[in-house]
Structure formats: C-alpha cells, structure tokens
C-alpha cells in the first residue's frame, strides 16, 4: 500500500545548523509529495510540494527534492532558528487517488 | 485562509456519551476530511467527503460517523464515546491544485477528552 515512513525525533539543534529530516516513500501510483509543519496549539501548515520527479519544492528557506529513484523527499535547511522549532510532516497523495498519508511526524527543537 | 472553521475547539465529555464535532468550509471545496492526531501515530484518517452525501472510511473509522448535507459543513459524531478517542480532531479540505496536486489546508484541530 501507499505509505510515508520519517525520521524518529526529538531533533534537537543549535540555532544556525543544518537541518535534515529524511522521509521515503512507498506508493502505488505516481505520487505528489508534501512537507507540512505544524505549529504548538495550531494545525497543520504547508510548507513545501513538488508533483513530480526531481522537483524541487522550496519556501522559507526550506528545500526538499522529489527523488524517485530513491522513493525519498529529504527536508533540508542551511541554517535553522529558533522560530523552526515545530513538528514536521512528511505525506503524499497518489494522484489517481483521494486520500493524503502522512509520516508520523519529527519534532524539532532549535535552541539559541 | 482557507477559510475552514471547527466547533467546538475544546470538550470534555464523559464515556458513553454521543458527541458532535463540526467542520465548516467557505471556499465550496468538493473534499472535505476528517483526521485524529495523536502521539508516536501522526495522523490517521477518520472518515472523508467528495461531495454531498458522498464519504468513505478511512483506516480509523470504527466508532465514528459522518454526514455531509451540504457543501459547507462536514459533521464528525462520535455516538458513544469512549475514552480511546480521546485526542485532537482535524478537519481538512482538499483544494483544486492542478491535477490531483492540491494540498490540503487544515483547521485549527478540536480537542476532545473523554472522562
């Protein structure tokens, strides 16, 4: 079946370092890709899609790439702050399909 | 703003009681979901819409219903609750991304404890 599969967290970082969270995929169909980010106390927020092979989906200096190779869409960051502190959703949607699957989610933690 | 409105955004409830939580849309989206959050699960879908009087079970439907007799509002009833559904509940529209592409924009999540 059609699956999202992300890093474990708590991450916990220092403010200015990289950030990766992997997350690979397994789908059915042709996949389009998201990351949500969610907020403490709020839902969840896009951060970033790409709809198709080696699309690079970008926003608020977060950068993720849709590598079907790899069924993988890593979410990078060259220098995280503290307002990045959130919990972060990997999940797809087939595209002949109705419903979104999400990963479990990764908690990050920026401290200054 | 996708213009996606819950009630209520907190309740307490006792087992065995039937409870009601309701999502209402502005933007007349065909698809509409429901979704519970809860530590070390991320979300699983509950129940969703594609249109009115159309839904179909997600993979945590047992011990919920839904209804949609309108466009705008997607009803998510919990007929005897039990302290298991204890958690927060998400509403979601789907909007109309090229193809299948659009991303699904989330409400602010009801919170619901069951005693």
């Known amino acids: 079946g059609d699956s999202v599969t992300q890093m474990e967290g708590p991450v916990t970082l220092s403010e200015e370092a990289f950030l990766t969270i992997n997350c690979t995929y397994t789908?059915?169909?042709?996949?389009?890709l998201f990351w949500y980010v969610q907020y403490p106390g709020e839902g969840l927020q896009l951060l970033l899609k790409?709809?198709?092979?080696?699309d690079k989906g970008s926003n608020k200096g977060f950068e993720a790439t849709y590598r079907k190779e790899t069924t993988s869409f890593h979410l990078e960051k060259g220098s995280v702050q503290v307002s990045d502190s959130a919990v972060y959703f990997c999940?797809?949607?087939?595209?002949?399909?109705?419903?979104?699957?999400f990963g479990t989610g990764t908690s990050l933690t920026v401290i200054p | 703003d996708a213009g996606i409105t819950q009630s209520p955004r907190h309740k307490v409830t006792e087992t065995g009681t039937p409870v009601t939580l309701r999502c209402h849309q502005t933007?007349?989206?065909?698809?509409m979901y429901w979704y519970r959050q809860d530590p070390g699960h991320g979300l699983r879908l509950i129940h969703y819409?594609?249109?009115?009087?159309?839904?179909d079970k997600g993979e945590v439907s047992d011990g919920y219903s839904v209804s949609r007799s309108k466009t705008e509002d997607f009803l998510l009833t919990l007929e005897s609750a039990t302290s298991s559904q204890t958690s927060v509940y998400f509403c979601?529209?789907?909007?109309?991304?090229?193809?299948?592409?659009?991303?699904?924009?989330f409400g602010e999540g009801s919170r619901l404890t069951v005693l």
């Open positions: 933007e007349n989206h065909r698809y």
């Open positions: 819409s594609y249109g009115v009087k159309d839904t």
């Open positions: 790409a709809t198709k092979a080696d």
């Open positions: 999940a797809l949607i087939i595209n002949t399909g109705n419903q979104f699957y």
């Open positions: 789908a059915t169909g042709y996949p389009s």
């Open positions: 979601a529209i789907k909007g109309t991304g090229t193809g299948n592409t659009g991303e699904l924009f």
